[in-house]
DNA sequence: GCATTTTAGTAAGATATCTTACTAATGTTG
DNA sequence: CAACATTAGTAAGATATCTTACTAAAATGC
């Protein structure tokens, strides 16, 4: 739809002048990839939370479990990079999974700057319970596209942060 | 390409056997969207606040200049809805342009539930500075693919966050 | 017109994310 | 080997984001 020619009663003409360029520009904002970005981590974080309510664990939590199954042990340097947080924010989330203890962390005795991670039995049986609900919503979230148009938004995302990646200084 | 079928020496067969599922949704965890989108989001951010440096002023708090400029005078709920964002952060991004002089805040008199919104000359001379720079890295985001794929790329964003929306309870 | 409900906003607390600056341990080099 | 540089991690502080719970004001309904 065009933007409307009618205005509110109360703009005057000076008021109306300056009013229909900003329109404009607000829909361009909302078209930006920025804000559709926001809008898009908001949603996907949103379908996660709500699919593992019961399970309190958050997305960047469950990046964590994933990666430690695949990676354990691993350094806090190490996982940043696989999850590509820098290294305080990994810092704390390793701390919150810690003290929930669903990850066991001990100094690296060969390199004693290093604190290896390794899942507990604990943190190895939340993330069995965690992967089918977070591919429900995962599912669910891709639901609004047939398959060639999902496989085209995930195409293009990876191209778009593989494409951008400008390394930070984990 | 394919996953090596080299492992790491240090690995015992029972390692390898867990090891290999699980590399497999390492791999699988970094094409979900989930995973894509907060990268993505923090990529685009990361574009901005280099273009934008000087100015000193986030997506989020531009995305309000924006909209102020499109709809003041507005009360935080609205803006809030154009945003999409919760009552609580809205108050808090609000918090932070007033206390920079970026925008001013007032009881309505005829609601004085509500605190309506105006841009101050500062927060407009800031926005009118922060436009080119961020439409520059806005563009350079997008610079990783052709005309016709950015234009597939907003519109299955575009797609994505409305088939999704949930109407959060701002 | 008063009681109830709804609405706008704030408060408090949690997680995620970044930057800058610090400590401690290891590595490098003359 | 000693000085310097690099690396792993933590600390502190900022913004963004959400939830739950509270206050104050307006709207609604009997």
Do not use: C, W, Y
């Not at 009663?9 to 300056?18: G, H, I, Q, S």
């Not at 049986?125 to 995930?154: C, M, T, W, Y």
């Amino acid at each position: 739809m065009a933007v409307s020619a009618r205005l509110p009663e109360d703009m005057t003409t000076k008021t109306r002048a300056r009013t229909d360029s900003a329109q404009q520009e607000l829909k361009e904002l909302q078209l930006r990839p920025g804000f559709l970005l926001r809008r898009a981590h908001q949603v996907s974080s949103a379908l996660f939370m709500e699919a593992t309510t019961a399970l309190n664990v958050t997305t960047t939590q469950f990046g964590m479990l994933t990666i430690l199954a695949a990676r354990e042990p691993i350094d806090q340097i190490g996982i940043a990079k696989l999850m590509r947080l820098d290294r305080s924010t990994t810092g704390l989330v390793v701390k919150n999974l810690e003290d929930r203890a669903l990850i066991e962390r001990v100094t690296d005795p060969e390199d004693r700057r290093r604190r290896l991670l390794r899942l507990t039995a604990e943190g190895r049986r939340l993330l069995q319970a965690v992967k089918q609900p977070a591919k429900a919503a995962h599912d669910r979230g891709l639901s609004v596209f047939n398959a060639e148009e999902a496989k085209s938004f995930i195409a293009l995302l990876t191209r778009f942060v593989d494409g951008n990646d400008s390394e930070r200084q984990s």
